[in-house]
């Protein structure tokens, strides 16, 4: 198997100014084409942190990826600490100073000093030309070991792996297949799960692992297997999601790639429904989930975000009484919150969502964390009353997750 390992340099990177999207995007690369990685690497802009990271990864992989550290300004070491790792020195690329220059000027601005110095690599890499900014990359062989320096800024990093080191690496490895599949499974906590698939997991074959990826109100399960044959891995694969569906057909909303609001547009869309919302702990966070899907004008008409009670009132056409009586956090209310919804919007379903996000607001009957959840339909209404917890961007998310689980379900039970 061919081992790869992802080192990012930055102190941005360090000290939490940037979020690292690079590592995640290469490892979803190389995956593809069978090249698995074994450990990511963040690192600061000093020389000895990048040496030492480069030592221990040549212990471990075949193949480093570097990001970073490749701007004309004085913090940006990454060149001079490879020139000086490969015992080389740098110098001016013809090639690199005219790719420099025609992208400086395309802008329109003058070239300076600094753009200059980016044509400066060092003498014993295989160039690799940057078509998307002045940094280049950087291609080293050692102790057979393949190392590449790439630039930080993400779409230039994308750029360089898609138009030369994937295609390279295709045809210079012979990797085995990595499968991964993941399914969406809800309403079902972690532990409980686990322990409700117990002894299919026991029974699992040695050649499949299965790992538990929580996040709120909902559970991946993701399936990995390494294969020579293609096809025999994903039956293998399928095979067990098989069982599963047999084992927990309720609490399984479908693939990774087919994320819950694309399943839920894609049903809609096809048998010429539509959907809206009445949101109130929620903040219209449900619709942007919705509406995050391509296309999704055809079945979604709109969203009522009801915070304030006078707004269920005379929007949603929910009773004063009625909140006065049970409160805005209950059944009643947001039963009525969802048939509003759908009536206002004249919609085939609706959901409507009311709770304490936190971390203020709970009282002993209703501490924060307690959230009532409704969908409707034209003929039938179900809701739910559920107890999240403290932190409020977890309860948002867990009620949003939820809601549209229970959408799903209802959508396909009245399909029958």
Known sequence: MIKAEIITIGDEILIGQIVDTNSAW????????????????????????????????????????????????????????????FNTKLVQNEQVLKDVQDFITGRRVPMNALNVLQAEV?????????????????????????????????YEMKGIMEKYIIPKFVQRFK???????????????????ATNLSEWEDALPKSIKLAYLPSPGLIRLRFTTYTENLDAGNEMINQEIEK??????????GYEEENIEGLIGNVLREKELTLSTAESCTGGYIASQI?????????????????????????????????????????????????????????????????IAGPTGGTTEKPVGTVWIAVASEKNVVSQMFVFGKEREINIKKSSSTALNMLLNMIYAEKK
């Open 291 to 355: 509406t995050s899907v391509s296309g999704s004008s055809d079945y979604f008409i709109g969203s009522v975000v009801a915070y304030h009670n006078d707004i269920k009132v005379n929007i949603l056409d929910v009773p004063s009484t009625m909140l006065e009586k049970y409160g805005a956090v209950s059944r009643e209310v947001v039963e009525e919150m969802a048939k509003g919804c759908i009536k206002k919007f004249r919609t085939s379903y609706a959901i409507a969502t009311s709770g």
């Open 122 to 154: 060092p003498e014993n890499c295989e160039v690799i030309r940057n078509h998307y900014g002045t940094a280049p990359g950087m291609w080293f062989e050692s102790d057979n070991k393949i190392i590449i320096s790439m630039p930080g800024v993400p």
């Open 175 to 193: 990797t085995q297949h990595i499968i991964h599949k993941t399914l969406l499974v809800h309403g079902v906590p972690e532990s409980q799960l």
């Open 244 to 253: 599963l569906y047999q084992l927990i057909p309720d609490n399984i909303s």
């Open 26 to 85: 290469m490892a979803k690369e190389l995956n593809k084409i069978g090249i698995a990685v074994y450990q990511i690497t963040s690192v600061s802009d000093q020389r000895e942190h990048i040496i030492q990271a480069l030592d221990n990864a040549k212990k471990n992989v075949d193949i480093i990826l570097i990001t970073g550290g490749l701007g004309p300004t004085k913090d940006d070491i990454t060149k001079k600490v490879l020139a000086e790792y």
